[in-house]
């Protein structure tokens, strides 16, 4: 039987059509929502096609731009999407007694994670030594390089697949249609069982689970349809929440000051009038002798004049001494869980991270904003719990940068720990207001290369001054 025909009875046999647009709470972990985001920015498909329910699949037929379906399956387990695999054609029957079906899924997923955006989702789906990949002529990791280069920038598509068995192992031929050859060889069944149990731990380790969210917001309220199309303007009007419900969509954009500020003094005093502004060759610390809940909104930074204009960057200057992370003297970090190793790793990026928050309110973030591909979530508690998913942290600073406009912003790393073999920590931010303040805990997650890979923030706005 032809994958395709089982797809028209899965069709036909289901719950009925549905109208399937899955948002986090939909995926068993956040790696999953991540690839799912991925392969829909990659193909810049529109999400409102129906689709086929059961038990244990949902699948999902998309258009492409020249009106070709696509058909994807998303496998479901406890009602949560637990893999993503794109349809595909194949030659052979669906013989019985070699139990074909966890190959072609192995496949499938294999194709829809080259049509996602982000390498690092095929490459955390193979195990060279377990699975081999030959391209061209080319194998392995080089094999999957080259793949990856080929396809970062169109959709790859595919013949039916043919299938030639080995002595103890399974060769698939796919051919694309552009007629380049890919081979990957899978061994028997329960070695392809370890090898999937493998990915799905890997995507766990790599993940925060929707489950974790949900235990600790329960009352939450999902994220609100669709945003108002006006521009972002009087926005003072409304209160924080009021403004992220109608804006979070279309942030407003990164302004490049270089070639705007004449004099550095002049531009730092007017963005930061309540504080000290001291002076040294091409270097400033702006000083605030108040603090906030024992937060600070000091920053250092240096200033760098090129042919395009002026560059300014926060000074990454800090000391390390007996696993303490010292930014200046009345402000240090307790690195004591970490080993020295991931100490240098981490140690150079925190000021960075640090002054970023602190130019909240300013023009200065203009310069410092970074975290442009951080998946993130935010968090309001207000009156009612809303949550949103973020594919970009930078744009959610944009947005309420442009929120906070002229106000002091206070921030401090308090906490840096493992957890599960990664590293994570715990910021805290208060934007004061006259009367009342807005405050954030922002989580941020680092991936095994020390790189922020996913951050969370709970806003708690209008707080009352004490």
């Known amino acids: 039987m032809r994958k395709a025909a089982i797809v028209i009875l899965l069709i036909l046999s289901g719950v009925g059509l549905i109208g399937f647009e899955p948002q986090i709470e939909d995926f068993a972990n956040t790696y999953q929502y991540k690839l799912y985001i991925s392969w829909l920015k990659q193909n810049n498909f529109k999400t409102d096609f129906p689709a086929g329910l059961t038990s244990e699949k949902i699948v999902k037929t998309f ?7 696509i058909e994807v399956e998303y496998a479901l387990q406890d009602r949560k999407i637990i893999d993503q695999r794109e349809n595909l054609p194949f030659m052979f029957l669906l013989e019985e007694e070699l139990e074909i079906q966890p190959y072609i899924d192995f496949l499938e997923g294999f194709i829809y994670r080259i049509n996602a955006s982000d390498k690092e989702f095929l490459s955390d789906y193979l195990s060279f030594g377990d699975i081999d990949l030959q391209y061209s002529i080319y194998s392995d990791s080089l094999a999957l390089d ?46 392809l069982s370890e090898i999937i149990a493998k990915i799905r731990q890997r995507e766990i380790g790599k ?10 917001f329960p009352d939450k309220v999902s994220t609100l349809n669709k945003p108002d199309e006006i521009s972002v303007k009087d926005f003072t009007k409304y209160s924080l929440a009021e403004y992220i419900s109608k804006f979070y969509s279309k942030p407003p954009p990164r302004e ?25 060759e091409n270097k400033y610390y702006i000083k605030n002798v108040k603090t906030i809940k024992g937060l600070l909104s000091d920053i250092k930074l240096e200033v760098i004049h090129e042919q395009d204009g002026i560059h300014i960057r926060p000074s990454i200057d800090h000391d390390i001494q007996s696993k303490k992370f010292y930014l200046s003297q009345r402000e240090n970090i307790d690195l004591s869980s970490l080993t020295n190793y991931e100490i240098d790793k981490i140690s150079s990026s925190l000021p960075h991270l640090i002054y970023e928050h602190r130019a909240l309110g300013s023009d200065l973030l203009n310069f410092f904003l970074i975290h442009d591909d951080v ?14 998913e973020l594919n970009s942290y930078a744009d959610l600073l944009l947005l309420m940068n442009r929120y906070w406009e ?17 590293i994570e920590f715990k910021g805290f931010l208060i934007v004061k207001d006259n009367k009342k303040y807005d405050m954030a805990k922002i989580q941020f997650y680092l991936n095994k ?10 806003l708690y706005p209008g707080e009352e001054n004490n």
């Open 207 to 216: 993940s925060l689970k929707v489950s974790e969210i949900q235990q600790r």
């Open 449 to 458: 290369k020390f790189k922020i890979d996913m951050i969370m923030m709970i």
């Open 375 to 388: 998946f993130t979530t935010l968090v309001i508690r207000s009156d009612k719990r809303e949550i949103y």
């Open 63 to 69: 258009k492409n731009k020249d009106g070709r379906k």
């Open 256 to 280: 490049l000051l270089n070639n705007k500020i004449k004099n550095v003094d002049n531009f730092l005093k007017a963005e930061f009038p309540n504080s000290k502004i001291f002076k040294g």
């Open 146 to 191: 080259v793949l990856w280069k080929s396809y970062a920038h169109k959709r790859i598509a595919v013949k039916p697949i043919e299938l030639e068995q080995l002595d103890d192992k399974l060769k698939f031929k796919i051919i694309t249609k552009n007629n380049k050859k890919i081979i990957i060889t899978l061994p028997k069944k329960e070695e």
């Open 406 to 422: 002229n106000k002091t912003s206070f921030f401090n790393i308090k906490e840096i720990k493992k957890k599960d073999g990664h």
